[in-house]
């Protein structure tokens, strides 16, 4: 008989979202006249911008046609597509990246789960505590995460508590890695790093030979000038950094799929031999081997973001998801709640009340406000004790979930 991959049993993921929908599906079958508001899912709910759309239309146009037609593309990404990332997303704020250092790609989550194939199966792995749950699967299905060490974690896998004690700042690993997973500004807790401490993350790598994983996947969110929205805005990071950028909270890809990861051709590992190798090669290798590319009529849709109407389009849509990040935190900080992130990210983190864990708090947000978000101990757990929300919804339906919240804790 065939044998299968018995690292994936080990998995836990599914678990949180399986056990929402558990909880929801009874709450709706008990009260089949109640409204629910979802503020849960980090889903983009406006429509896409116009200039997109009309970019798509061209380009399905284009399809139609045999002098137009296009059949495979390049692995890596059209550079039509490319040379206008780097112009904008790095050239505009100070960062050289060459194209052919731009590997397009469907999704920030597939790039962050398939990265790690580079590295060995006894690879050390640090991940941020909470964590977006892909980075903690992915070395989980390779066999990299070691057993269950009865604590809710791993016993390979070293977790960099993000708390509100330090600030959500991780701190540094206190024993020898290979890979750090760090996502800025962070799902769920909607932290962000200044300058120092990316800086003091670039030189802390440079020094261990460790690589470090950078998602940044909701940089568009950021407001505050002084935040790099950019590993590579710190020098250095080219030779110790991966970076994931996404479209699908930016400008409402994700149902489109759209994305891009920057391997520097500087960035190396080491081989068993002892040889650097550049990750650059080998991820090619990968992504040429593994994937067709991200189809043409969804990158001319990417390219559209670039022109002045798509910026001004997609900046209105970010602008409209972080007033209801604001509604959420403002509303929330006056009914007596301590509130964290919410102003350089879509997420808003949310201390639970005394005497309530995160799932406690889940039922009671269900149950008296009708509204649903994520319990915080399913993110990892230095996530118990919090409750994640977000601003993706619509005005109407923020607004009010944030007026039923407020009036059931003062009950």
Request: contains cysteine; charged residues 25%.
């Amino acid at each position: 008989m065939a044998r299968i991959n018995d690292n994936y049993l080990r998995l836990k993921s599914g678990y949180l979202f399986s056990e929402i929908a558990r909880r929801v599906k009874e709450f709706q079958a008990a009260h089949p006249d109640a409204k629910l508001i979802r503020l849960g899912i980090g889903d983009a709910t406006q429509p896409l911008p116009p200039a997109i759309v009309q970019a798509l239309h061209a380009a399905v146009d284009e399809m139609a046609r045999a002098e137009t037609f296009r059949g495979y593309g390049p692995e890596t990404g059209y550079e039509f597509l490319t040379e206008l990332i780097a112009k904008h997303d790095y050239g505009a704020r100070g960062v050289t990246i060459a194209p052919d250092e731009i590997f397009v790609s469907d999704g920030s989550k597939s790039d962050a789960a398939n990265f790690q194939e580079l590295f060995s199966p006894d690879a050390a792995v640090a991940l941020t505590d909470p964590v977006y749950p892909v980075y903690l699967d992915s070395n989980v299905m390779a066999g990299r995460a070691g057993a269950p060490d009865g604590r809710g974690g791993y016993d390979r896998i070293l977790y960099l508590p993000c708390t509100a004690e330090n600030r959500f700042d991780p701190p540094l690993p206190d024993r020898p890695v290979d890979m750090v997973y760090l996502c800025f500004p962070n799902n769920p807790t909607g932290a962000v790093l200044g300058r120092p401490a990316l800086k003091r993350w670039v030189d802390w790598a440079r020094g261990a030979g460790a690589v470090l994983l950078y998602d940044a996947a909701y940089e568009g969110y950021i407001q505050d000038s002084d935040i790099p929205h950019s590993i590579y805005e710190v020098d250095g990071a080219r030779e110790v950094a991966v970076e994931f950028r996404s479209y699908s909270k930016t400008a409402g890809f994700t149902g489109t799929r759209c994305a891009f990861t920057v391997v520097p051709k500087e960035l190396t590992a080491r081989a068993s031999s002892g040889e650097a190798v550049a990750l650059h090669g080998l991820w090619f290798r990968r992504q040429s081997t593994k994937f067709n590319g991200a189809p043409y009529v969804i990158q001319r849709a990417a390219a559209a973001m670039y022109t002045p109407e798509g910026q001004k389009q997609v900046r209105a849509t970010i602008d409209y998801y972080m007033d209801n990040a604001r509604l959420i935190r403002e509303g929330l900080e006056a009914a007596g709640l301590t509130v964290y992130g919410g102003r350089n990210a879509p997420y808003i983190w949310v201390k639970t009340p005394a005497g309530l864990d995160s799932w406690a708090f889940f039922d009671k947000l269900l149950n008296e406000a009708h509204v649903v978000g994520t319990p915080g101990a399913g993110f990892g757990r230095s996530g118990e004790g919090y409750f994640r929300l977000t601003g993706f919804g619509n005005r109407a339906s923020t607004e009010e979930a944030v007026a039923r919240i407020k009036t059931r804790l003062k009950r």
